[in-house]
């Protein structure tokens, strides 16, 4: 009796292995293929993935619409964010998708319904807002010129963080007040500028980033150990700007993303049009230049109140 249990036990197990390896597989399969165009995708899909096959313990061809409607379940119990979960199950399509266009026998993301959430709405941050951070930045030492570089240059460029993470000190020239990047989203490249007082900053930050350690990223993540000092991530960032605007008493939530809306409105409130926009923020279509002519709150109070 107890060998027949025993032979249940080891069975049980090695199915479970074999079913573990096999997702594996399975994922690193697309993730490699993935990586092939856009690296960072391949490494922001893999932690939800893995999420997908803890919570269905199914391979891609056994898999069935309702372990999706389980992992939808599990997100939403888990309190993730509206915008989280649509990524989640964009991914899950995808990943579905990548192995029907082979001709695996599989759950058709047709199946796989994406609930749309609403946009995220990100407030532009003013010329005065923007000066008053910069008044709480002293740069009496490397972090603190970093801080002040970082700011300086998300509101003068209105460079993506991500792009602004990528930069590295190759980039640079001392002499120059400007560099050429390649555009998250089209792959184009395209040259960013920003202001002589800034280039005073950057040609100092760069003299002291080079003392640091021979790592090519320009903006780095703090460490205990100079040697592994690590390129500066978008969260990092993003708390920094959240710590900056505590102290500025900033009451309006601003994100990264906020200075680059602040470029635009700062371009047409200095008499630019969205052509100029467009050009200074790397948009592949004037439509996305057109949409910063929009009002913001202050701007609809202030015509409101002239025509009453």
Same mark, same amino acid.
């Given at each position: 009796m107890e060998d027949r249990y025993h032979k249940i036990i080891v069975s049980i197990v090695y199915q479970r292995w074999t079913l573990f390896f096999m997702q594996n597989v399975q994922v690193q399969e697309y993730l490699d293929w993935k990586a092939t165009y856009t690296r960072r995708a391949s490494i922001n899909y893999r932690p939800w993935l893995e999420k997908f096959i803890s919570c269905t313990e199914k391979d891609v061809e056994t898999t069935k619409v309702g372990d999706v409607v389980k992992y939808r379940n599990y997100l939403e119990d888990k309190n993730y964010q509206p915008k989280s979960i649509e990524l989640a199950m964009v991914i899950v399509k995808n990943y579905f998708y990548f192995w029907k266009l082979q001709g695996k %026998?599989?759950?058709?993301p047709e199946l796989i319904r994406v609930q749309r959430t609403v946009a995220n709405s990100y407030q532009p941050i003013t010329f005065e807002e923007y000066t008053s951070i910069l008044s709480f930045i002293h740069p009496t030492d490397f972090w603190e010129l970093q801080k002040l570089v970082i700011i300086r240059l998300l509101f003068e460029t209105g460079v993506r963080v991500s792009e602004l993470c990528d930069l590295n000190i190759s980039d640079f020239d001392p002499v120059k007040s400007s560099t050429t990047i390649r555009t998250k989203k089209t792959a184009i490249m395209r040259t960013i500028f920003w202001s002589v007082e800034t280039n005073i900053f950057v040609k100092e930050f760069l003299a002291l980033r080079k003392e640091i350690n021979s790592t090519p990223a320009f903006f780095v993540g703090k460490s205990n150990a100079k040697s592994s000092t690590d390129r500066m991530t978008t969260r990092t960032i993003q708390r920094l700007i959240k710590e900056l605007c505590l102290k500025a %008493?900033?009451?309006? %939530?601003?994100? #990264?993303h906020s200075f680059r809306h602040g470029r635009a409105h700062r371009i047409l409130d200095l008499g630019g049009? #969205? %052509?100029h926009v467009q050009a200074i923020l790397g948009h592949s279509s004037p439509l996305s230049s057109f949409t910063y002519m929009q009002w913001n709150d202050r701007e609809l109070a202030e015509a409101a109140n002239r025509f009453l």
């Open positions: %026998k599989c759950l058709s %008493k900033i009451d309006k %939530k601003l994100t #990264p049009n #969205p %052509k």
